[in-house]
């Protein structure tokens, strides 16, 4: 009786001990979770989600704050890998924070623009060049398609335009592969 | 709108059913001689169970039916199973087995292509667990039988367990080779001993060596059409072979040799056309390797100690679950690339 | 079938004795050559209408050099090599310019792409060119010239020449080998150009052994073609360097450089690397061809031999101006071009064309008109049945039955692992599939869309590198501000009443701006109040008598100078503080309008 007791005692210190070791030894710098929920998220820096930038929302899903489902850019894909991700039920996206769109880049009418900067303040990812005064025009390259350019022009002169698809970024289609049902024209002939 | 390659050049799906069908032939033609023309009963029945059960999942799967009935696929699994039965199983039991293999191990999985399991070799299971005492009753060959069942008295049989009035049971079911083994050593005779039985053959039980030759004859043939590879059957063989050879050398009073193993029981069918289903079976050369080695191994250990008469069914189920981690570990070598 | 994979193998294994070794996999596919083989090679004349892509090459579109109306001679350049992995286009025919903008391209997308449209006046005039004294000229100086003159391999890959030709100190190519197998049915311009262009082809394999150094050089061409290999037997005798012709076995896809270079070397080219890393460089004859004709003619690529063969009335090989639309080379060969009928390159590899009236481009090495007994439809297709014929086709030693799976179920990170990007293309697992399904298109599918997905994360990782970086600049520029105005307390408090000079002029400044301010307002103020009516004075005495009270808000220099650093910032240069300041200026005016 007293055995066992003593077994069950030194068997749960010796565990203690060993996960507390393991707890210090094996300790993961920073939260792995927000740069992994990071990694999956499209960076466009839009804020649809009601976050200043991906990193914010990440670290909201993180905390258990935001929902999956608010990454219009992200689109259905981007929820399916959140849900993989987190192991939570796939929902399907909140429109409240906008519907997906074809990726896009702003345009400056540079025959508008008259340099106010506003934009440049406003561009998260600084893809847009230029100085007060002086014309400005988006690194096409370098734009996410936030649209968070757009609303602050004074002259409305910045339309995001969708990206065309061409030769060079073109994408083979996934294969028709339908199981015919029977031929009509052998059901007709049966009729 | 780009579908290259334009050319193809291979048999259907159904070509290869049929020439896998055109294969059991020879074995049937053994069988018939060796039990009699109650197999063929046994066969249409199969056949028949076979294509209305398939038909009727398909109706209820919404799935064309013409283009999967014509496969041919039901048909190779219907008459696998007919030949693994007993001959002269009652028709319910050929007909329960039959839809057991359609229904749950081919359609309530998927279908063509998405059975894992091979689904002859789980109704046999089924059977073999729900009515042991008459899937291990066999007639004896009718060059042993006291009395030998015509066709037509066979179909009788199959249809209504009635005999000939006059003729008890035991006048015309004997234990199987592999039975009979069993019990004797269980009670202490030696090989030398057993061996003098009627029941066996020069190589195996008698006649029964016939049918497995049969199949082998059909199993090459395979082979030569290239709808099988040899790795499986030579794995297989090969296993039983090595095992059996071991134990035979280590007593050879208490083991029976290799020889009696590679032609009793459904050695032969198992390796040519039972672990040959591609559908459930490993793709990997290495894998096809292990896989048939797998099986042949435990075969010969369900046959030695286990409680049932012949494991194939068994031991290929259970390698069956294990083939995608076969797969997994014996990807072959890709051009360009180290190993 | 059987019967002939039996040969097959046996030859194979009398092969091994020879010295030839062998790739796993395979088919036989029906040969047709010789529909197209039994007339020599036919000349087509320019065309009164080119189309001439910007991009008939892997790598940079090419770069304009032509305008709308410009008039252009035989071989002018149109558009230069944009950088080293481009190539340039040159004008096929003397002609006008008519138009540059997309037009459809023979390509698989359908899509257009940009080209130029060449109206021919006749004449077919050349420019003026002359012969290379490439023995003279330095290597790089000679790679130069084939990157302007538009080489790129002809094979079908059109990979710019040049860069393969160039030599590499770490990878010394101690093999050359040319590619005369053409393994594709129906596919007969490198057997024709074989047997008729052979002593150019020598003359193009020598420019290229002397810009490599290659010590061994040798011909693969597949043994159905026993008359090139005759005819090139003959020409590399009489050739200074030693040139071996190697006859292979023929099988598909045995034309395929890492297949060949296995077939004559034994070696396999690692996977995702270059056969110079085994010490091995691979051209197709017909770019050896073109390099002999830019070196030794001064001649631009500007043509290509082209098969056209099918159902139509001649078939056989034209060497066809470069831009010429392919539904009149058709017609020329006495077939019917319909749109979304016609299919470039071969019936294992090629693709239908999305129009009839497409040019002719650097690829285009096949045209077939099909019938339709000849590819007929697929029929439907059935589930995998995991038979694995597709694994013992597949000459890579894939595992198709299992990329089919994870394609299929669009698993890509699996279709990966699984190597995928190892498969070729070649359509053999399609080939001998028993259940017919598209196995090759899958693999296209699951490669452009992993291709699409890592651009995606390029770009995803870039943006948020970028977005780090701007959030840590502003971070930096708070505490830059929050540190000055510490600085500036401190030293306010340290120097009371001692006020630098600078400071004194600034605030001086300063002042005078207030004060011009103010006149400005008292002049204005004192407009509408001269005729007011006693109460509106009182009114107006009231109101300034409150804002006598109100002491004028100061301008903060720092504030100034910070809202300029800030406005700045994000600029590439900046413009200068005044600039910086305008916003400022425009807020503070509406402080003093309330006033």
Redesign the interface.
């Given at each position: 009786m007293l055995t066992a007791l003593y077994v069950m005692i030194g068997l749960a210190l010796l565990l203690g001990i060993v996960l507390g070791y393991s707890a210090l030894k094996f300790k993961v710098e920073g939260d792995p979770l927000v740069a992994r929920i990071?990694a999956l998220?499209?960076?466009?820096?839009c804020g649809q989600c009601g976050y200043p930038?991906?990193?914010p929302y990440a670290t909201a899903i993180a905390k258990g704050e935001a929902d999956i489902n608010q990454c219009p850019p992200g689109g259905d894909a981007g929820v399916h890998a959140l849900a993989d991700l987190l192991g939570v039920e796939y929902k399907p996206l909140n429109a409240e924070h906008g519907l997906p769109k074809p990726k896009s880049v702003a345009v400056i009418d540079e025959n508008v623009c008259i340099g106010?900067?506003l934009c440049?303040?406003a561009?998260?990812?600084?893809?847009?060049?230029?100085?007060?005064?002086?014309m400005h025009t988006v690194i096409a390259s370098?734009c996410?398609g936030c649209e968070l350019c757009v609303a602050p022009c004074p002259v409305d002169c910045i339309s995001m335009e969708p990206i065309a698809?061409?030769?060079?970024?073109?994408?083979?289609?996934?294969?028709v592969?339908?199981?015919?049902?029977?031929r009509p024209v052998q059901k007709k002939s049966a009729a | 709108m780009n579908r290259s390659p334009y050319l193809t050049d291979a048999p259907s799906v159904t070509s290869i059913m049929l020439r896998v069908l055109l294969a059991l032939v020879p074995g049937i033609a053994a069988y018939v001689w060796v039990f009699g023309g109650g197999i063929l009963v046994t066969l249409a029945l199969a056949s028949v169970t076979a294509l209305s059960v398939e038909a009727l999942m398909l109706k209820l799967r919404e799935r064309p039916i013409r283009m999967f009935i014509t496969d041919g696929s039901a048909l190779v699994t219907a008459w696998l199973l007919a030949l693994a039965l007993p001959p002269l199983a009652p028709w319910w039991l050929v007909v329960l087995g039959t839809a057991i293999a359609i229904v749950l191990a081919k359609q309530l999985y998927g279908g063509l292509g998405y059975n894992p399991f091979n689904p002859a070799m789980v109704a046999y299971a089924a059977l073999l667990i729900s009515f042991p005492l008459l899937m291990t009753s066999w007639p004896a060959p009718l060059a042993l039988a006291e009395t030998q069942l015509g066709f037509i008295e066979q179909m009788q049989f199959i249809f209504s367990g009635a005999l000939p009035t006059g003729v008890a049971l035991d006048a015309v079911t004997s234990a199987t080779p592999l039975d009979y083994l069993k019990t004797q050593l269980m009670l202490n005779h030696s090989m030398e001993e057993i061996a003098q039985s009627t029941i066996f053959g020069a190589l195996g039980g008698q006649g029964i060596e016939l049918i497995a030759a049969g199949y082998l004859l059909g199993g090459l043939f395979l082979i030569q059409q290239r709808i099988i590879t040899w790795h499986l059957p030579t794995a297989f063989l090969a296993s039983i072979a090595l095992i059996a050879a071991i134990f035979y050398l280590s007593d050879a009073s208490r083991f029976a040799d290799p020889a009696f193993h590679l032609f009793s029981g459904a050695t032969m069918l198992c390796a040519f056309f039972i672990i040959t289903d591609p559908v459930s079976g490993p793709t990997t050369p290495k894998g096809k390797l292990i896989f048939a080695a797998g099986i042949g191994f435990m075969t010969y250990i369900i046959r030695v100690y286990g409680g049932y008469p012949d494991g194939v069914a068994f031991a290929v189920i259970f390698f069956n679950i294990c083939v995608p981690l076969i797969d997994a570990c014996t990807q072959p070598r890709v051009f360009g690339h180290e190993k | 079938m059987n019967a002939i994979v039996n040969i097959s193998r046996l030859l194979k294994g009398k092969l091994a004795k020879t010295g030839l070794s062998s790739f796993k996999g395979g088919v036989h596919p029906p040969q047709h050559k010789l529909e197209s083989t039994t007339s020599p090679i036919r000349s087509v004349a320019a065309p009164k209408h080119l189309v001439l892509p910007l991009r008939q090459h892997v790598g940079n579109v090419s770069k304009l050099q032509v305008a709308v109306g410009d008039h252009v001679l035989k071989g002018q350049l149109l558009a230069k090599a944009d950088g080293q992995v481009s190539a340039a286009v040159h004008a096929p025919t003397s002609g006008v310019i008519a138009s540059i903008g997309n037009q459809l391209i023979p390509h698989p997308s359908g899509l257009p792409d940009i080209s130029i449209t060449l109206e021919a006046d006749g004449s077919d005039q050349w420019i003026e060119h002359q012969a290379l004294d490439y023995l003279s000229m330095s290597k790089p100086e000679l790679l130069d010239h084939l990157r302007e003159a538009g080489v790129v391999g002809l094979g079908g890959a059109t990979f710019p020449s040049h860069i393969k030709l160039r030599e590499d100190a770490r990878h010394p190519v101690r093999t050359l080998i040319i590619n005369g197998a053409e393994c594709e049915p129906y596919i007969s311009c490198d057997d024709m150009l074989m047997r008729e262009r052979t002593d150019e082809i020598v003359r193009g394999i020598e420019i290229m052994r002397y810009l490599l150094d290659a010590e061994v050089c040798a011909i693969g061409i597949e043994d159905n073609k026993p008359e090139a290999i005759q005819a090139m037997r003959e020409a590399v005798a009489k050739s200074a360097i030693a040139i071996d012709v190697i006859p292979v076995p023929t099988i598909y896809p045995g034309g395929g450089a890492k297949q060949l270079i296995k077939v004559i070397t034994g070696k396999e080219v690692p996977s995702g690397r270059l056969p110079t890393e085994i010490g091995v460089q691979c051209f197709n004859v017909a770019t050896a061809y073109s390099v002999h004709r830019v070196v030794n003619h001064g001649e631009p690529v500007i043509s290509r031999i082209v098969t056209v063969t099918g159902n139509v009335d001649r078939p056989g090989n034209y060497e066809a101006p470069l831009g010429i639309s392919i539904s009149e080379l058709v017609q020329l060969a006495g077939g019917e071009a319909e749109d979304g009928d016609l299919v470039m390159g071969g019936p294992m590899m090629g693709f239908n064309l999305p129009a009839a009236d497409v040019p002719v481009v650097k690829a285009t090495n096949c045209i077939i008109v099909p019938s339709a007994e000849m590819f007929p439809e697929p029929e439907p297709a059935l589930p995998c049945i995991r038979c694995t014929r597709c694994a013992d086709a597949c000459p890579v030693n894939l595992q198709p039955q299992e990329l089919y799976w994870f394609s299929k179920s669009q698993n890509l990170e699996k279709a990966r692992e699984y190597k995928i990007f190892d498969c070729i293309e070649c359509g053999c697992c399609t080939y001998v599939c028993p259940s017919n399904i598209p196995l090759v298109q899958y693999y296209r599918y699951a490669k452009s869309e992993i291709i699409a997905q890592d651009r995606a994360k390029e770009a995803a990782d870039i943006a948020r590198e970028r977005n780090e970086f701007r959030l840590m600049r502003i971070e930096r520029e708070k505490q830059e501000r929050a540190q000055k105005h510490a600085q500036k307390a401190a030293g306010a408090k340290a120097e009371a009443g001692v006020d630098s000079a600078a400071e004194a002029a600034k605030k001086a400044a300063i002042a005078a701006a207030v004060e011009r301010a103010k006149a400005q307002k008292a002049e204005v103020v004192a407009k509408n109040t001269e005729e007011a009516s006693p109460r509106v004075e009182a009114e107006i005495a009231k109101i300034e008598a409150r804002r006598a009270h109100q002491p004028e808000p100061p301008v903060q220099p720092e504030q100034a100078q910070l809202f300029a650093e800030q406005q700045e910032a994000p600029a590439a240069s900046g413009t200068g503080q005044a600039d910086g300041l305008q916003p400022l200026s425009k807020e503070k005016q509406p402080t003093e309008e309330a006033k």
């Amino acid at each position: 009786m007293l055995t066992a007791l003593y077994v069950m005692i030194g068997l749960a210190l010796l565990l203690g001990i060993v996960l507390g070791y393991s707890a210090l030894k094996f300790k993961v710098e920073g939260d792995p979770l927000v740069a992994r929920i990071d990694a999956l998220l499209p960076q466009t820096q839009c804020g649809q989600c009601g976050y200043p930038g991906c990193k914010p929302y990440a670290t909201a899903i993180a905390k258990g704050e935001a929902d999956i489902n608010q990454c219009p850019p992200g689109g259905d894909a981007g929820v399916h890998a959140l849900a993989d991700l987190l192991g939570v039920e796939y929902k399907p996206l909140n429109a409240e924070h906008g519907l997906p769109k074809p990726k896009s880049v702003a345009v400056i009418d540079e025959n508008v623009c008259i340099g106010c900067t506003l934009c440049i303040q406003a561009c998260p990812v600084d893809a847009i060049l230029g100085a007060a005064k002086h014309m400005h025009t988006v690194i096409a390259s370098e734009c996410t398609g936030c649209e968070l350019c757009v609303a602050p022009c004074p002259v409305d002169c910045i339309s995001m335009e969708p990206i065309a698809e061409s030769p060079a970024n073109w994408k083979w289609r996934y294969p028709v592969f339908e199981i015919k049902p029977e031929r009509p024209v052998q059901k007709k002939s049966a009729a | 709108m780009n579908r290259s390659p334009y050319l193809t050049d291979a048999p259907s799906v159904t070509s290869i059913m049929l020439r896998v069908l055109l294969a059991l032939v020879p074995g049937i033609a053994a069988y018939v001689w060796v039990f009699g023309g109650g197999i063929l009963v046994t066969l249409a029945l199969a056949s028949v169970t076979a294509l209305s059960v398939e038909a009727l999942m398909l109706k209820l799967r919404e799935r064309p039916i013409r283009m999967f009935i014509t496969d041919g696929s039901a048909l190779v699994t219907a008459w696998l199973l007919a030949l693994a039965l007993p001959p002269l199983a009652p028709w319910w039991l050929v007909v329960l087995g039959t839809a057991i293999a359609i229904v749950l191990a081919k359609q309530l999985y998927g279908g063509l292509g998405y059975n894992p399991f091979n689904p002859a070799m789980v109704a046999y299971a089924a059977l073999l667990i729900s009515f042991p005492l008459l899937m291990t009753s066999w007639p004896a060959p009718l060059a042993l039988a006291e009395t030998q069942l015509g066709f037509i008295e066979q179909m009788q049989f199959i249809f209504s367990g009635a005999l000939p009035t006059g003729v008890a049971l035991d006048a015309v079911t004997s234990a199987t080779p592999l039975d009979y083994l069993k019990t004797q050593l269980m009670l202490n005779h030696s090989m030398e001993e057993i061996a003098q039985s009627t029941i066996f053959g020069a190589l195996g039980g008698q006649g029964i060596e016939l049918i497995a030759a049969g199949y082998l004859l059909g199993g090459l043939f395979l082979i030569q059409q290239r709808i099988i590879t040899w790795h499986l059957p030579t794995a297989f063989l090969a296993s039983i072979a090595l095992i059996a050879a071991i134990f035979y050398l280590s007593d050879a009073s208490r083991f029976a040799d290799p020889a009696f193993h590679l032609f009793s029981g459904a050695t032969m069918l198992c390796a040519f056309f039972i672990i040959t289903d591609p559908v459930s079976g490993p793709t990997t050369p290495k894998g096809k390797l292990i896989f048939a080695a797998g099986i042949g191994f435990m075969t010969y250990i369900i046959r030695v100690y286990g409680g049932y008469p012949d494991g194939v069914a068994f031991a290929v189920i259970f390698f069956n679950i294990c083939v995608p981690l076969i797969d997994a570990c014996t990807q072959p070598r890709v051009f360009g690339h180290e190993k | 079938m059987n019967a002939i994979v039996n040969i097959s193998r046996l030859l194979k294994g009398k092969l091994a004795k020879t010295g030839l070794s062998s790739f796993k996999g395979g088919v036989h596919p029906p040969q047709h050559k010789l529909e197209s083989t039994t007339s020599p090679i036919r000349s087509v004349a320019a065309p009164k209408h080119l189309v001439l892509p910007l991009r008939q090459h892997v790598g940079n579109v090419s770069k304009l050099q032509v305008a709308v109306g410009d008039h252009v001679l035989k071989g002018q350049l149109l558009a230069k090599a944009d950088g080293q992995v481009s190539a340039a286009v040159h004008a096929p025919t003397s002609g006008v310019i008519a138009s540059i903008g997309n037009q459809l391209i023979p390509h698989p997308s359908g899509l257009p792409d940009i080209s130029i449209t060449l109206e021919a006046d006749g004449s077919d005039q050349w420019i003026e060119h002359q012969a290379l004294d490439y023995l003279s000229m330095s290597k790089p100086e000679l790679l130069d010239h084939l990157r302007e003159a538009g080489v790129v391999g002809l094979g079908g890959a059109t990979f710019p020449s040049h860069i393969k030709l160039r030599e590499d100190a770490r990878h010394p190519v101690r093999t050359l080998i040319i590619n005369g197998a053409e393994c594709e049915p129906y596919i007969s311009c490198d057997d024709m150009l074989m047997r008729e262009r052979t002593d150019e082809i020598v003359r193009g394999i020598e420019i290229m052994r002397y810009l490599l150094d290659a010590e061994v050089c040798a011909i693969g061409i597949e043994d159905n073609k026993p008359e090139a290999i005759q005819a090139m037997r003959e020409a590399v005798a009489k050739s200074a360097i030693a040139i071996d012709v190697i006859p292979v076995p023929t099988i598909y896809p045995g034309g395929g450089a890492k297949q060949l270079i296995k077939v004559i070397t034994g070696k396999e080219v690692p996977s995702g690397r270059l056969p110079t890393e085994i010490g091995v460089q691979c051209f197709n004859v017909a770019t050896a061809y073109s390099v002999h004709r830019v070196v030794n003619h001064g001649e631009p690529v500007i043509s290509r031999i082209v098969t056209v063969t099918g159902n139509v009335d001649r078939p056989g090989n034209y060497e066809a101006p470069l831009g010429i639309s392919i539904s009149e080379l058709v017609q020329l060969a006495g077939g019917e071009a319909e749109d979304g009928d016609l299919v470039m390159g071969g019936p294992m590899m090629g693709f239908n064309l999305p129009a009839a009236d497409v040019p002719v481009v650097k690829a285009t090495n096949c045209i077939i008109v099909p019938s339709a007994e000849m590819f007929p439809e697929p029929e439907p297709a059935l589930p995998c049945i995991r038979c694995t014929r597709c694994a013992d086709a597949c000459p890579v030693n894939l595992q198709p039955q299992e990329l089919y799976w994870f394609s299929k179920s669009q698993n890509l990170e699996k279709a990966r692992e699984y190597k995928i990007f190892d498969c070729i293309e070649c359509g053999c697992c399609t080939y001998v599939c028993p259940s017919n399904i598209p196995l090759v298109q899958y693999y296209r599918y699951a490669k452009s869309e992993i291709i699409a997905q890592d651009r995606a994360k390029e770009a995803a990782d870039i943006a948020r590198e970028r977005n780090e970086f701007r959030l840590m600049r502003i971070e930096r520029e708070k505490q830059e501000r929050a540190q000055k105005h510490a600085q500036k307390a401190a030293g306010a408090k340290a120097e009371a009443g001692v006020d630098s000079a600078a400071e004194a002029a600034k605030k001086a400044a300063i002042a005078a701006a207030v004060e011009r301010a103010k006149a400005q307002k008292a002049e204005v103020v004192a407009k509408n109040t001269e005729e007011a009516s006693p109460r509106v004075e009182a009114e107006i005495a009231k109101i300034e008598a409150r804002r006598a009270h109100q002491p004028e808000p100061p301008v903060q220099p720092e504030q100034a100078q910070l809202f300029a650093e800030q406005q700045e910032a994000p600029a590439a240069s900046g413009t200068g503080q005044a600039d910086g300041l305008q916003p400022l200026s425009k807020e503070k005016q509406p402080t003093e309008e309330a006033k």
